[in-house]
């Protein structure tokens, strides 16, 4: 029997893992944009191994939103990164900063 | 008869008053003429009603003591306007109105060609009105009133010629000099006020005794213990050195010479500067019965009567060295009262009045007369061109000089006499310095006579075609002053100093073991005998002897004095210093006030304040914004981190405050586990 931990643990190594992609990432915005629907799965992966150790089936339910969400929110990134490389000519993590104060 | 004296006094002190508000308000529908004749009218009607009061009280017992209004009211205190009238007051308010009324008269000749002509007769007017409210006064406040009312038309006076550099200097000088001896006289008053309960006067006087008996000791500073009347007696008697011009408070009254020298013989001569002795002996009750404060008294009185008087004469200005005879005098009035032989202080006091007024209006008179020039090096013969002048200035000389039977012989060898005679800490050491200062004072009385009015001719030759007497205004006064400077000493001096029961009356009060004046009293005889007298005793050779050398260095030998100046050079450098008091002040308080003043201009207010504090708040704020400005860098990565971080942070914090649902124990528990 794989204890709970051990999937929360899993979700956590997901979890870092994304979170390191998002800050170590200097080059691609796209890589970006997988990393954090790498840290939707992280999540994901706790809500199923709550639901399942808990018996309650409001956490499966909540993963399909997730997931629908996280459909919708990518198809909108990619939109964004299109027009950004139309309008910039790159899509160079390092050279987004105009949000610089 | 005290209804009739209180109409008399209201009368007295509120004329003058009145001649100042009509010669300062209303001078442009009076006129110069209708200002001098307004003001000198009401002068006349107060010097009558004095010489009425004056006759009531010394020669029917009369007397005055009570309250005219009530001034102000502060819980339990009370302050009111009041009249003290007594055998002291009678005779100071002669002195005030008679010298007041004379130097009026002068000024419409020495002032003739001023502009400021009414604005002169104003402040005279108001200055006889503040020193009226100062010697009728029935309490401390009122006292303190008159003595603030002196001061500041002292201060106006001496700065009447307001376009001269000199003459601001001066005037700001002496207003801050007494500001010093206020300060302290305004804390003798509310010491006073805490340990009596009362300003009045009769009270305070009657608890006197009883606060010395109980032996209240007071902590000025850490650690001593100084009996309350001690501390009173001082701190009022700072007060007097700053009017009076006692060492070292005195280096304001030379400087005051730079105003018209009519006000120089009414304020800084006759009036005004007595006002400290006044005090001291209205305050006989306090300080007889403090020996402390009798022997600083004694001894600064008697300092000064030696050291200003010497340098008197070294000045080559003719009101300088009167100036510094003024010093001299008072020092010699103050070394009276503290010999305790207050009635012989307020008798030189008297005479002085009148033969320093004279002094310094036959001064005045040869100043007018030589086109405003005071240089004693460039007079001499004058004696052919102004005989009154010359033979009025010769009374006051030979008063001032204790020469018989003047009348300064009777008060100035009864003063030398006392402090002789004193029992008193000290008074050997004053003994020497008042006898020794009879030679000084006539030394550099007649250095000035010989100078001006005899010798050669040093006058430019322009300023002799019009020299000539002045005007009969002018010699009126001199002549009117002449008179009582030659009399009223041998006339007074019995009934003043000597007899049982004297014309003072029991105003001044004196302990029977300090009683100098009772020992001396056995040995007068008459004015005569006491002038013949006179021919076997110090004091009048030493001022014979000043005399002399006067005459020998100034009018015989006037070469000598180059010489003897050569020979003493560093004594004469010390005197020329006036021992340095001056630059003493200048450097150490002008100067040290000034580096002071811009110490915190420039440290505290401008680098601390306003550098630190208000721009350094906006420079704390930039520098901020800069440092936070490098977080906000643009990268989408730096903001994700940053969130992370604070995740963390807000669940450390969580985790920290809160055991019961911490997320590590969340983690650990078995509570999740599936048996």
Known sequence: MISLSSYLILGAVLFGLSI???????????????????????????????AH?????????????ILTVAAAETAIGLAIIVLVYRNRNTIDVAALDSLKG | MSETIRTLSLIMVCAPLLGSILAGLFSKILGRKGSHRATIGLMLVSLGCAIAIWILVIFHGGSYVGTIYVWGLSGRYHFDIGFMIDNLTAWLMIVVTFVSTLVHIYSIGYMADDDGYTRFFCYMS?????????????????????????GLVSYLLIGFWYQKETAVFGSLKAFLVNRVGDFGFIIGIAAVLTYFNTIDYQTVFANAQRLFDANTTISVFPGTHWSVLTV?????????????AQMPLHVWLPESMEGPTPISALIHAATMVTAGIFMLARMSPLFELSQTALTLVLVIGATGALFTGMVGVVQHDI?????????????????????????????????????KALLFLAAGSVITA???????????????????????????????????????????DAIIEAVHNSTIPGHTYSYYCVLFGSFVTALYIFRAFFLAFHGKERIPADTKKHLRESPWVMWVPLIALAIPSTVIGALLAYPLLYKANSLFGNSIFVLPKYDVLKGMAANYHGWFSYALHAFITWPFWFAVSGIFTAWFCCWYMPNIREVITRRIAWFYYILVKKYGFDDFNQIVF???GRRLGQFFYYVTDAKFIDDYLVNGSGRAIQWGARMVRRIQ???????????????????????????????????????????
């Open chain 2, 126 to 150: 108001l200055f006889t009105f503040a020193m009226l409210m100062l010697i009728t006064a029935n309490n401390f406040l009122q006292l303190y009133f008159g003595w603030e009312g002196v």
């Open chain 2, 370 to 412: 030589m086109h405003h020039e005071q240089d004693l090096r460039k007079m001499g013969g004058l004696y052919k061109y102004m005989p009154i002048t010359y033979i009025t200035f010769l009374v006051g000389a030979l008063a001032l000089s204790a020469i018989p039977p003047f009348a300064g012989f009777y008060s100035k």
């Open chain 1, 53 to 65: 150790y808990l018996n309650d089936i409001a956490g499966e339910v909540f993963v399909f939103f």
């Open chain 1, 20 to 50: 390191a992609g998002i800050v170590l990432n200097r080059r691609n915005i796209i890589t970006l944009l997988m990393c954090v629907e790498l840290m939707l799965l992280a999540v994901n992966t706790n809500f199923i191994a709550f």
């Open chain 2, 319 to 355: 009101k300088r060295v009167i100036a510094y005879s003024t010093l001299s005098q008072l020092g010699y009035m103050t070394a009276a009262c503290g010999a305790s032989a207050f009635a012989a202080g307020i008798f030189h006091l008297m005479t002085h009045a009148c033969f």
């Open chain 2, 232 to 244: 009173i007696c001082i701190t009022l008697f700072i007060g007097a050195m700053g009017k009076s």
């Open chain 2, 633 to 675: 860098s643009g990268y989408l990565y730096h903001y994700a981190f940053a969130m992370i971080i604070g995740l963390l942070v807000f669940l450390g914090w969580l985790e920290i405050t809160d055991t019961h649902i911490g997320l590590f124990k969340l983690l650990t528990s078995n509570y999740f586990t599936v048996e």
């Open chain 2, 590 to 592: 002008a100067h040290g």
